[in-house]
Structures are given as C-alpha cells and as structure tokens.
C-alpha cells in the first residue's frame, strides 16, 4: 500500500511539474510573439507621430480588450494626447486598461504597471530605410505587461487593489506620455495611486546576469520583500535602490510621491541601435521576469497598507536632513607665495585622495567634510619641497542647480581646511618641522562643483592663512589647486 502512495504521489509531483514547465513554455512563446510583431519591419521602428506606431497602438488595444481588461474611459482604450514639440504639434496615444481588485475595501486603490511602447522610428540611410526595432527597448516590457493582465485577468482573485495597465507613448522623446497621464488624466486620482512598476528593457536576463529593481526601496519594505520573493522564485536580484530612475517612466510617479520602481534587465542588447532585433532576446528570462513580478505585485496588491519608505518620504520633503558618503581622489598643482619678495617659485604635481561625507540640508545647501591624505609643495633653492599631509578640508555648496531629488547639482563652495604635516623632504633633505617649517595649517577653499548621479567633479583653489615658516624673516603661504573626482556609495 505504501509502495502504491508513494508511486501515486510521485506521478502527481511529475505531473505537475511538467504542467508548470508547460506553463512556462506557451508563456515565453507569447511573449516572443508580442516582440516579433512590435518589432517587425513593418511598424518602422514606432517612431513619434508616424503611420505604422499606429499598428503597435492598435495591437496593444486589442490584447487589452481580449483579456478582458475594463477600458480606460467610455470612449475606449486610448488617452488622446495633443503635444507640442517646438512649433510642431504631435498627436500620441497612451493605450490604457484596467482591472478592478477583488477586495472592496481597497480596490478604489491602484498599482499601475506600465511599459513605454515609442521608439527612436528610423533614418534614411544611403537611400535605404534603417529601422531602429526595439526589440529590447522596449517591445520587451510592453510584451511582459501584456503577461501580466492576462494572468490577473485569467485569476482576479489574486489582485486585491485594482491595477492600471499603460501603455505610454512618447517616452522617447521626454517621458511625454507618462507625464501627461500624471497630470492630465481625468479618469484615475493620482492620489489613489499606491505603487507604480515600469518595466523598461527586460528582454535580457541572462546576458546581464540578472534583474535590477531601480526605485525598490522607495516602498516601504519593499526591497525585503523584493529579496524574499527572489529566493523563492530563483531570481538572480542584482540590484535594488531607493531612487526613482529619472530616465524612464517611474519619474513622473516618483515627482509626486508615488513608490516608482523600474524593471530592468541591464543595456547590453544593441540599446539605441538598428541591431536590437527580437530573436536576440531571452524569452526563457523574460518568462522568469514575469512570473517573479505575478508573485511580487500579488503580495503587494493584498498588503493592508502601501506605504512609501522613509527614506523616500524624506527625499519628497524640501527641507529634508539627508546624509552619503563617498571615495574621492584628485590631482593639480602646488606652489609656495612669498608676499614680500619679487619672486614665486614654480609649482609642482599635487595630489590627494581619501574620504568624504555629506549632508544635505534641504535641496539648497550641502556640507561636505573630507579627511584626505595630500602630497604637495613646491620647487625650491634646494631643489623640490615636497611634504606628506593629512588635510581636512570642510565646505558648504550652494546649489545653484538641483533636479531629479538632488540626482544632478551644480554648486559653488567655499568653505576652510586645517592641514596636518607627518613628513616630506626639501631636496634631499628630510623636512624640520620642529624649528623651520610648522605641521599645523589653516587655510581657505573655493571651488565650483557638479554631482552627477553617484560622481563628483570638483574645481578647488586653496590658500593658506597660516605661514609655513617658523623663522621671523621669511613668509611662505601654500596655494594649491585640484580638479577632482569623487564617488558616492
């Protein structure tokens, strides 16, 4: 009997298995389906404001309407959007279902999964056409989306808050399409609006060993639940941040304080190029992707409240207290200024490299405190002066520029620094800094600075205050400047 059961329950085991790798297979197969069409030769690239983006247009509704997904107004699927673009006026088309949460008590509100279907159209190329597909950007997410409202579609039980599916236009050319659903849209509040997903290239899994969660940690608990589910679902999770991504449609969520999470598998296919056709991509990765996201944004759909992280919620704040730290390293010259001779020496190779921390004060201001060792000096009588320091150079940036939540700044600084010397030769003779030269300095720093995502690129002058000579005659006062470039953990 025993021998029986066991053979039963090992059938039943293989049974379904084989089911769920079936399951597995007629998913990748349709999505493969829905990138080989929005890709083909005949939709020219699904350039702004052409004829044949309308044919992408059109497929997009009638998957929409075939799973069953309500429409987004009494008119239909599409959003009508008028743009201006310089002194031309573009018509474009967001395509926009939805499906109602099987919970009443939190289905007035919404998740909204979307995938920009634009791309770059094509160019005229030695009298040939030369089609831009994008296969990967992003017939890709448009082809998961689909997915993804079928299977709620085909289990609405699973989704208890309901769910805006959109495909936007006119991302390409600005994130035109998803602002205008932001900020034009008289169907949805966008205050009802929990949590947002933008699946952006996700037709390379494998080649980009792996799948990146960008803007993850703006929900609260989010990148947690991102991991737990990966382990479960054998994702490889290469990354996950608390940052709304500012170059895909996530950004105009984000701006309003919406958790904004972009699904992307990383830019190896042929990004921006004729060659990213659809039989280069990974349908079994894609597969993969998309049931991960089916079990992730079931859980979230079901969680009594979405809420924002607090570090996002802080990032919305103007007058947010925010903290980072980084590596930084730079190069330039050094020289030794003597006010009252007729000469200056000539100066030589200067370098640093070591520390830094931030913090912001509000969008305006940021204090940065560095703590470097530095190698600098001077030419000299004997020679070379060259001494060895640690420096701690403390400076306030004014930013005169700051967009994308502090993401791209640029500033003037100014601010001092105390300098400690531990060693150096004057020639070929080791420094006294007992009775001739002092180890204590103080000075002054100006600069003009940028931040660009994770780097820095800063300008730095500084000048002594303090004089270098211990002896009466003689005044020295270190000036030095450096171009240098720093990196945000």
């Given at each position: ?17 084989s089911?769920?790798d ?12 829905h ?7 005949s ?12 044919y992408?247009m059109d ?21 009508q959007?008028?743009?201006?673009l310089?002194?031309?006026?573009i018509p ?26 634009d ?43 309901s769910?805006?599916f959109?495909?936007?236009?006119a ?22 609006i929990?949590?947002?997903f ?12 792996g ?9 609260d608990?989010?990148?947690?639940l991102a991991?737990?589910?990966?382990s479960?679902?054998?994702i490889?999770?290469?990354?996950t ?16 304080g ?11 296919s ?25 079990e992730?944004?079931?859980e979230?759909s ?12 802080r ?5 947010a207290?925010l ?11 050094s ?5 009252d ?6 100066g030589?190779?200067t370098?640093?490299a ?34 060895q320091?640690?420096i ?15 993401m ?17 030769k004057n ?7 007992d ?42 006062f270190?000036?030095m ?9």
């Amino acid at each position: 009997m025993k021998s029986i059961l066991s053979c039963l329950f090992t059938l039943l085991l293989y049974l379904a298995i084989s089911a769920q790798d079936q399951n597995k297979t007629e998913l990748s197969q349709r999505l493969e389906r829905h990138v080989a069409f929005l890709s083909s030769d005949s939709l020219e690239g699904r350039g702004l404001g052409t004829k044949s983006k309308v044919y992408a247009m059109d497929y997009i509704k009638e998957q929409f309407q075939s799973i069953g997904l309500q429409p987004y107004d009494s008119a239909g699927y599409f959003q009508q959007i008028d743009l201006k673009l310089g002194s031309a006026r573009i018509p474009a088309v967001n395509v926009i279902g939805w499906l109602q949460g099987s919970n009443p008590t939190i289905n007035k509100e919404f998740i909204v999964i979307g995938a920009h279907y634009d791309h770059l159209g094509y160019n005229i190329k030695n009298g040939e056409k030369e089609i831009f597909h994008g296969a990967d950007d992003n017939a890709s997410g448009v082809a998961a989306m689909i997915e993804l409202a079928r299977y709620f579609s085909l289990n609405p039980d699973m989704v208890r808050r309901s769910v805006i599916f959109i495909a936007f236009d006119a991302e390409e050319s600005g994130l035109l399409g998803s602002n205008a659903f932001v900020k034009e849209n008289d169907r949805f509040e966008i205050s009802e609006i929990k949590a947002m997903f933008s699946l952006d290239m996700v037709g390379m899994y494998t080649a980009n060993n792996g799948l990146v969660l960008d803007g993850m940690g703006t929900l609260d608990n989010g990148e947690r639940l991102a991991r737990s589910k990966a382990s479960t679902q054998n994702i490889l999770l290469k990354r996950t941040t608390s940052e709304v991504g500012y170059r895909t449609d996530t950004w105009p969520f984000g701006e309003k304080g919406i958790p904004a999470i972009h699904v992307f598998t990383g830019s190896k296919s042929p990004y921006h190029k004729p060659e990213d056709t659809f039989e280069k991509l990974d349908y079994e990765g894609m597969a993969l992707v998309t049931d991960y996201l089916q079990e992730m944004i079931t859980e979230i759909s079901a969680m009594p409240e979405i809420n924002p992280s607090n570090h996002f919620e802080r990032m919305q704040n103007p007058w947010a207290i925010l903290f980072n730290a980084g590596i930084t390293a730079g190069s330039g010259s050094s020289r030794h200024k003597y006010p009252d001779e007729f000469y200056n020496p000539k100066g030589i190779f200067t370098y640093n490299a070591g520390l830094f921390m931030q913090l912001h004060i509000g969008r305006g201001l940021t204090l940065q405190p560095e703590v470097l060792y530095q190698s600098d000096g001077s030419k000299s009588p004997e020679g070379t002066f060259r001494r060895q320091s640690v420096i701690v150079p403390v400076n306030l940036h004014v930013n005169i520029v700051n967009q994308y939540h502090g993401m791209f700044k640029v500033y003037p600084f100014a601010g001092g620094y105390y300098l400690y010397s531990f060693d150096g030769k004057n020639g070929d003779e080791a420094i006294d800094f007992d009775d001739v030269f002092s180890k204590d300095e103080w000075g002054m720093n100006f600069g003009l600075g940028f931040d660009a995502m994770d780097w820095q690129v800063k300008f730095t002058w500084r000048r002594s205050l303090t004089n270098l000579s211990q002896t009466s005659e003689t005044e020295m006062f270190p000036s030095m400047w450096f171009l240098s470039v720093g990196y945000k953990f």
